[in-house]
């Protein structure tokens, strides 16, 4: 995504002959898209066989945060979830430093990114998210999402500066309207556990198994879990159909996209009475998260290589949108 710290051939090969057992180093390239850490597409060769990775250096996450993300990864990678898989150093060490900053070397997923979904992708993603939050239940590790109610509450005074009224008043308004429901018995009783928290569209993957037909895919698997923490599944699933289940105008709900993951997804695990009741403030909840992070990366940006950041009145729609329903 972001190349917040560059790194070259010359400077990884060594480091990888000295610390793993996946061969050596034969290319790396800096990913274009996102806006939090470091990473890069790795190459290497062994044995005459050519392997992927994913090799991401933490610009923000310290390394006292980030081993439940990837013990997480591991977890879930055991229980046959397909994510990417941490890749162990000789010392079975799984984060390690790499440029004075921690680092992880994770395995790539096969297939492509299918940014104008069908219904039949939203279901398949519903399916596997359902299967995921299951298979996370006897994970042992707990750590709050990061950028929750407490995240909101600290980053909208930030922002409130560089937004015009309306904004201030949406934001205000919003945030208040979460801090009750955050507080309510309804809130306190939805089932929660390790969530991804960010599983937008071009964070899946999906196999054509050598067709380009799209109505041929199969589930690649999820990836960029540096958000994820313990949350509610429900906070999870809306963050998930608010970016998948988008209509034409890219606001509203497509009801067939919506209807085919919530279904997919409830036929793993069907909602409690509880979730039904939160489902709306709950949309309201994704949106503002996201609407909030994309203030601050607009208005308090870092400077990095390949960085641009997301428009963030695309979040203020979908907010304004989910208020209506």
Partial sequence: MAVFTPIELSEISPWISQHFNIGEATDIRGIHGGIENSNFFLDTIQKGKTQEYVLTIFERLSAEQLPYYLELMRHLANKGIPVPKPIENHQGEILFSLKGKPAAIVSKLPG?????????????????LAKMHLAGKDFPQSQENLRSLGWWQQTIPLVLPHVNSSQ????????????????SSN??????GASHCD?????????????????EDQLGGFFDFYFAGTDKWLFDLAVTVNDWCLADNKQDLDLAR????????????????????????????????????????????????????????????????????
């Fill in 112 to 128: 492509i990114s299918r940014l104008q979904p069908a219904a039949k992708h939203c279901a398949l993603v519903g399916e596997m």
């Fill in 168 to 183: 201030k008043y949406l934001l205000t308004n919003e945030l208040a309207t979460q801090e009750a429901f955050f507080a």
């Fill in 187 to 192: 809130y306190d009783a939805l089932p929660q």
């Fill in 199 to 215: 599983l937008f569209r071009d964070n899946v993957l999906f196999d054509p198994n050598s067709s380009n037909d799209p109505r």
């Fill in 258 to 325: 919506c209807d085919a993951l919530l279904q997919a997804y409830q036929a793993i695990r069907p909602l409690t009475k509880e979730e039904h009741a939160s489902w709306p403030l709950m949309m309201r909840a994704a949106a503002l998260r996201f609407w909030v992070s994309r203030l601050w990366d607009f208005y308090l940006p870092r400077n990095a290589q390949m960085l641009t950041p997301h428009d963030p009145s695309h979040f203020e729609r979908i907010l304004l949108s989910r208020r209506s329903l």
